[in-house]
């Protein structure tokens, strides 16, 4: 897939929010180790107060940031709506590429890109350009799933392998020691209940590839394995 299609498929699926709330959804009944939590940590121990995000989605984090922290916080997504999302949460946010970030050189202190690296179609170049962006020292705060992640759903809809091949928990480390000084990796794993099949076939609709119905007659509930991971890296 090229760069392009890769854009194209990405601001499509984020055209609106219902495709990011079907995700979302899915994950209301959860225990084990929450990784919006372990990634919050990750960013206040940093202590940031010039913040890059990269791919934010609506914008809860970085108005979070800004709220909490009192860090000024730049904002970047290839999709026109959550960059509205994020304005209307007062993020200073525009419509951008990892692959060619419009800031100078050093100008951050910290970059956060939360669960979207795995879209980037030239890897290596998107990581390039955070360090680039990033001040001598800075921290680049990266989270991503593993290769296991929902296992159980995506063997359910039959769902695609791919994953392997983009930024994972398995392969991250490797991805990022070629523009990084150290790099860190805090897992946050737990079992997802679904009690619902209406959460599963709202799920199975929200992707962007060919996998089959949710069956009707789906045992429930049903326990679904999430393995997430955070990546801290610094310049």
């Known amino acids: 897939m090229t760069r392009l299609d890769v854009a194209a498929t990405v601001r499509e699926q984020y055209a609106r929010e219902h495709n990011l709330r079907a995700r979302r959804e899915l994950y209301e009944e959860t225990t084990g180790t929450d990784p919006r939590e372990v990634l919050w940590w990750a960013i206040v121990r940093t202590a940031p107060r010039c913040v890059l995000e990269v791919g934010g989605g609506p914008g809860e984090l970085a108005e979070r940031m800004q709220r909490e922290l009192a860090a000024e916080v730049s904002f970047v997504d290839l999709s026109p709506r959550m960059v509205d999302l994020a304005r209307a949460r007062g993020v200073d946010a525009q419509v951008g590429d990892v692959l ?18 795995y879209h980037v179609p030239d890897l290596g170049r998107g990581l390039a350009e955070i360090a ?17 992640h929902l296992r159980e759903l995506r063997e359910l809809v039959a769902y695609p392998q791919g994953i392997e091949e983009t930024f994972n928990r398995e392969n991250g480390e490797e991805h990022l020691r070629p523009h990084f000084r150290d790099v860190e990796r805090l897992d946050a794993d737990g079992v997802v209940v679904v009690r619902d099949r209406a959460k599963l076939v709202a799920y199975r609709d929200s992707l962007s590839v060919a996998s089959r119905p949710v069956p009707e007659h789906v045992r429930l509930p049903m326990l679904i394995h999430r393995r997430s991971s955070i990546f801290v890296a610094t310049t």
């Open 100 to 117: 060619e970030l419009p800031f100078p050189d050093a100008s951050f202190d910290t970059a956060v890109a939360a669960w979207m690296l």
């Open 132 to 148: 680039r962006v990033l001040r001598p020292g800075g921290t680049f705060v990266a989270v991503t799933n593993s290769v296991e």
